[in-house]
T-cell receptor
Framework: EAGVAQSPRYKIIEKRQSVAFWCNPI?????LYWYQQILGQGPKLLIQ????????DSQLPKDRFSAERLKGVDSTLKIQPAKLEDSAVYLC??????????????FGDGTRLSIL | DQQVKQNSPSLSVQEGRISILNCDYT??????FLWYKKYPAEGPTFLIS?????DKNEDGRFTVFLNKSAKHLSLHIVPSQPGDSAVYFC??????????FGQGTRLTINP
């Protein structure tokens, strides 16, 4: 089966600019996650969707970050305006069920964002 | 507040020997634990998991041990192979699907 697809792979922008990332999960996976991985740290959950509804966005900086998952399939994550501390790899993951005890999350290769 | 900790940033092991990666957690509500492996420029790949009702889970060369009283888990790889060189992340979940990751341990297998 095809894996989680993310684009772009790399993005370089200046601070205060906006940027958007796209994710296409594994076909049939109802749950979609966006993670932020800062260099030297583990991934940190930003937002979780179940179909097209938000399950958890408690760690999403809502003043600058937004995400949507229209039609319960693809998702976009946007940052506006970007800050220097947003430099990180943004990972998208999907799973077929709501519990990791049933199925693990499958990750895409991520988008590496550099803020100048 | 780091709820999942991997205190060894790096580990070097000779090919054929055992690799032991450690992970500590603080949240008693965690009841599911996973190990992910990550190569450079790729996303994390699921390796093995364990439920809190077990203390050991084995899959080929990989075994995960869970000590709930010590809030400690470990991943054993035996025998270690050059392809095992990667960053390994420990992750934990409090019953729902939200994963909390450790900082990762970079494993290098030397020939």
């Amino acid at each position: 089966e095809a894996g989680v697809a993310q684009s772009p792979r790399y993005k370089i922008i200046e601070k205060r600019q906006s940027v958007a990332f796209w994710c296409n999960p594994i076909s049939g996976h109802a749950t979609l996650y966006w993670y932020q991985q800062i260099l030297g740290q583990g991934p940190k959950l930003l937002i979780q969707f179940q179909n097209n509804g938000v399950v958890d966005d408690s760690q999403l900086p809502k003043d600058r970050f937004s995400a949507e998952r229209l039609k319960g399939v693809d998702s976009t994550l946007k940052i506006q305006p970007a800050k220097l501390e947003d430099s990180a790899v943004y990972l998208c993951a999907s799973s077929p069920t709501t519990g990791p005890g049933n199925q693990p999350q499958h990750f895409g290769d991520g988008t590496r964002l550099s803020i100048l | 507040d780091q709820q999942v900790k991997q205190n060894s940033p790096s580990l070097s092991v000779q090919e054929g020997r055992i690799s032991i990666l450690n992970c500590d957690y603080t949240n008693s509500m965690f009841d599911y634990f996973l190990w992910y492996k990550k190569y450079p420029a790729e996303g994390p790949t699921f390796l093995i998991s364990i439920s809190s009702i077990k203390d050991k889970n084995e899959d080929g060369r990989f075994t995960v041990f869970l000590n709930k009283s010590a809030k400690h888990l470990s991943l054993h790889i035996v025998p270690s192979q050059p392809g095992d060189s990667a960053v390994y992340f420990c992750a934990a979940s409090p019953g729902a699907q939200k994963l909390v990751f450790g900082q990762g341990t970079r494993l290098t297998i030397n020939p």
